[in-house]
């Protein structure tokens, strides 16, 4: 059983800790917040039994912990990813896993240097639709891959540390980490950026951002936009010479559908219908891997992280 520490109780850590309720492989040991009684009330919600921690150094330094799953802010995760891995602990790290190419090479460096786990928490790499379509690709089922589009929006503007430059807000890091992640998926690690385009507000913040990639060979192009104005369709298609996959919803994938060149489906695959469920096997790979002694995860490998952090560098700074 892998022992998770939550690191920050915030909106997303209670709904990992709710979708791992009942779940055979990992256990929510301990809650940390800044503050005790924030983290007394986040434990009695979402995970009664777990030990409550004030402060995060203490989570970090506690023998208990198997797996710290950081859940603070953008801007946070680098700071708070290193203090728990010079205490040895092994990290599960949201998405963007840092704000920067340089950030991500430090975390890994620090965690090679002691053989600690490191995986960065892009769920929609670990969802059990996304392996089948690149199964379906990996048998050739839409043969050689040509266009690659996505699009992922959230009415989410109200939301304040979106709106907050010092937290890591915007579009981008926000939602375009995920287009980009699909991009690498389906276009490999070879691609380059060719044109961005985002639309700011007066505080820097991009609420919306649109742009394009291509592979450095020019044999396939990749268009993506994602807002944090409006929630648009969510989906994407990945064209190939001798059919299309259409994904309904990258976010959280509900179906993939096979289609022909001259589009009559071929086949179809439907995710699990419980929405908070597709959080769990990020947790369950991590503890697949730890139990054999790796630092990363296959579905995530430091030198996928390490090739997003690059592109979102390369986009920022082309905003
Ligand atoms: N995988 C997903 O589907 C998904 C969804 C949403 C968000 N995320 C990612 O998860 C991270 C957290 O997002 P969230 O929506 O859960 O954010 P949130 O609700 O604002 O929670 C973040 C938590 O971080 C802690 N924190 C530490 N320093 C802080 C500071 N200076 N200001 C504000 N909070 C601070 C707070 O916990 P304490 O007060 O308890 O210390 C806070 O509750 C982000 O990196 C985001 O990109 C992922």
Redo the contacts with the bound molecule.
Sequence with gaps: MLRVGIL??????A?ICDSLKGNRKVRIEGV????RA??KK?AAAHCPDAKVFTG?EKLAKSPDIDLIYI????T??YEHAIMCIKEYKNVLI???FAMSRAEADSIFFEAKNRGVFVAE?M?TSYLPLHKKALEWIEKGRIGQIKYVTANLGYDIES???LNSTV??GGSY??LGVYTTNFALSFMGDDIKVSRVFARKDSSGIDRDTTYSLETDDGAILGNFYVTMCANTDKDGVVTGERGKIRFTNI?NYRKITLYSADDVMLDEAEADKNYLKG?VYEFESCANAISKGLIQAPEMPWSRTVRICQINDTIRSMM
């Excluded at 920050?8 to 850590?13: L, R, S």
């Excluded at 859940?71 to 953008?74: D, L």
């Design positions: 920050g109780c915030g909106v997303i850590a709904k940390a917040s800044r503050e924030k983290a986040f995060y859940a603070t802010p953008n946070y995760h949201e998405k963007p928490a769920w939301i304040p540390r937290l890591g890091l926000d976010n959080y």
